[in-house]
């Protein structure tokens, strides 16, 4: 079925915005150091939190505008009793090209399948360590829960499956070399991402924060990288290489999010957010957000919204000037 398109979904800077990220909660059963803030315990009114119909009409409203990438995130997505309703739903709607979920996969050992046949094409999974102690000192989880979770998403045969790890200067360094030898035995890209401080103004120290360029370095010495230009899944942000060494026995896809150091990260960005408090953020990196909710709740015009949101998607973050977080990562959507 062809769609009308009512305007175009080309920014004010020649960026073409088809991808929405929906952060369908802002809780989580983690409290990643980097993500979650300390005591941080959802809003109080459960109110505030789009239904399933409110999340799915603003998807259906985005695709009548051009959005055709959906990723599902929060918070932890998977904690939604209605999770599996609300990906179904998306993916029905005749707009729909590619649905994704962002989980940190604690739950996906039984719900891998019911994700599977909901229609998402591909799972990103957070995976900051493979130490058990160490991915409990910076989730606040325990790592067989992860393990089976991606054991169980192997198993359905999802079109990709991508682990992401926040590189935590002096906490995680140890776990790079493992988690490439993880990712490329099963053959999952692994998306190395600095530090952002979205969640807690604290975090982001010079003692934390480590460069994609420094483990770039590092990693030269340890095998060779080759550039892979035309591998970009989604059309995301990262740079991938191909990483050949002694020690593996499959060569690894990585990823590398440069979001604060790489002055041309925001040059491609294609997305908007809609937190899971019904706003529209143009982007993650400032404050700016438009309303959905009154519109969804009172019949309003929820087509302007996204209009609003890509005229005023700004050229680039500010999290290098004056950017403050204001509200936790996870109510924004990652
Ligand atoms: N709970 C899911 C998960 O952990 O994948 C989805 C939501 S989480 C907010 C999405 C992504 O944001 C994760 O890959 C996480 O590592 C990343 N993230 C959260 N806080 C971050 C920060 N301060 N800097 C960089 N990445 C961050
Ligand atoms: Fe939860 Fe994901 Fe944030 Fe960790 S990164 S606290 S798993 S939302």
Redesign the pocket.
């Known amino acids: 079925m062809s769609l009308p398109i009512f305007h175009s979904t080309i920014d004010g800077f020649g960026r073409t915005v088809d991808y929405l990220r929906i952060s369908v909660t802002d809780r989580?059963?983690?409290?990643?150091l980097?993500?979650?803030p300390e005591g941080y315990k959802g809003w109080a009114q459960r109110e505030d939190h789009l239904t399933a119909n409110e999340i799915v009409r603003s998807v259906e409203a985005a695709t009548r505008l051009g959005f055709r990438k959906f990723r599902v995130t929060?918070?932890?997505p998977l904690i939604r009793d209605d999770i599996i309703e609300i990906l179904e739903r998306i993916w029905k709607l005749p707009g729909t090209q590619t649905l994704g979920l962002?989980t940190?996969a604690t739950l996906l050992s039984t719900l891998a399948p019911a994700i599977k046949q909901a229609g998402v094409r591909s799972l990103n999974v957070?995976l900051d360590a493979l130490d058990p102690g160490l991915y409990h000192r910076i989730?606040g989880?325990r790592l067989s829960n992860v393990l089976d979770g991606l054991c169980a998403a192997e198993a359905q045969d999802f079109e990709m499956i991508k682990l992401n790890c926040v590189l935590l200067r002096g906490l995680n360094e140890s776990e790079f070399l493992p988690l490439i030898e993880f990712a490329a035995t099963r053959r999952m890209p692994l998306r190395f991402i600095e530090l952002m401080p979205l969640s807690k103004p604290d975090i982001l120290s010079d003692p934390n924060f480590l460069a994609v360029e420094e483990l770039l370095r590092r990693l030269d010495a340890e095998g060779s990288l080759t550039a892979c230009d035309d591998f970009r899944p989604g059309n995301g942000p990262a740079r991938y290489y191909e990483f050949h060494s002694p020690r593996l026995v499959l060569p690894a896809k990585l990823g590398f999010i440069g979001a604060l150091t790489n002055r041309h990260f925001c040059e491609g960005c294609n997305k908007l957010r809609l937190t899971a408090d019904g706003k529209l953020r143009p982007c993650l990196g400032r404050h700016g957000e438009i309303d959905l909710r009154l519109p969804l709740r009172s019949g309003g015009d929820v087509l302007s919204g996204f209009r609003e949101a890509i005229a005023n998607k700004p050229e680039s973050h500010e999290f290098l000037e004056t950017y403050e977080p204001g509200r936790p990562?996870?109510a924004i959507g990652?």
Do not use: K, V
């Not at 989580?28 to 990643?32: P, S, W, Y």
């Open positions: 989580c059963n983690e409290r990643c980097y993500c979650m929060g918070g932890e962002s940190n957070s989730t989880g990562m996870t990652g």
